[in-house]
């Protein structure tokens, strides 16, 4: 029996003092998923949960704090006119680092996601007539413009595609495909490689520009992305950016 007792003290997980805090949480799971925030994916993670304490705070890790944290988290976000779904993804990595601790440490702490009560509203998206489109690529087309090249190259592929700018930016080198292929009598294209449904893996033709594209691939691309810097920066960022042109 005593040996059995020392290999439970052992093996047991150590306990925590209550109360453990949000913090405690988030340290414990990034190390457990040995998170590299210089890695664009790693980094989204750690963006999730930044934005949910800048907004709740550093709070005792409790049932009802994790509950009330995430009503203040949903309201704030409502009021911001973000989607119900776009919330949820965003308390996705949230919830995990809560679950892993609580987990880990035998907590009796209930982690539970809110239920967001507000329904989704589809507002319908803005869209340019030809004219806008003849303007703004004559505007990607002057080389004296003031608009980078990485935001040149993103604008080019995008107006002429169904790509989003999450897809572009998630381009790397090799997806960039100028000598066409086979199936596709040739024709140069991007191949977006992953999406959040299988329908958004496909081929992307590139139907003009196809100068002006591997002009700027050339000149902004890295050994990992085909937009380079701009690759590494968050998605509103980029997202600023784009609309700063349009």
């Given amino acids: 029996q005593v040996i059995e007792y020392a290999w439970f003290l052992a093996t047991e997980p150590q306990r925590v003092k209550l109360p453990a805090k949000f913090s405690d949480a988030w340290n414990y799971y990034a190390k457990v998923k040995a998170f590299d925030f210089t890695v664009r994916r790693d980094i989204k993670q750690k963006q999730f949960w930044d934005r949910f304490i800048n907004i709740v705070g550093n709070q005792p890790l409790t049932t009802a704090s994790i509950r009330e944290a995430q009503a203040k988290f949903v309201e704030d976000k409502l009021k911001q006119d973000v989607q119900p779904q776009s919330i949820k993804r965003g308390l996705t990595t949230v919830l995990a680092a ?5 987990e880990e440490h035998q907590l009796e702490v209930l982690v539970k996601r809110y239920k967001i009560q507000q329904t989704a509203v589809t507002n319908d998206r803005a869209s340019f007539n030809e004219k806008q489109l003849c303007r703004l690529w004559e505007l990607l087309r002057d080389r004296q413009s003031d608009i980078s ?8 592929l995008m107006i002429q595609s169904s790509l989003i700018a999450s897809e572009v930016q998630r381009l790397s080198t090799s997806d960039l495909i100028i000598k066409g292929h086979g199936n596709y009598e040739g024709i140069a294209y991007v191949a977006v490689r992953s999406g959040k449904t299988k329908d958004r893996v496909r081929p992307v033709p590139i139907v003009v520009g196809l100068d002006l594209v591997e002009e700027l691939a050339h000149k902004v691309k890295n050994d990992e992305h085909l937009l380079g810097k701009l690759s590494a920066q968050t998605e509103s960022s980029m997202s600023r950016q784009l609309n700063n042109v349009i």
């Fill in 98 to 102: 809560f679950n892993a601790y609580v």
């Fill in 149 to 156: 090249n990485e935001v040149r190259l993103a604008l080019t």
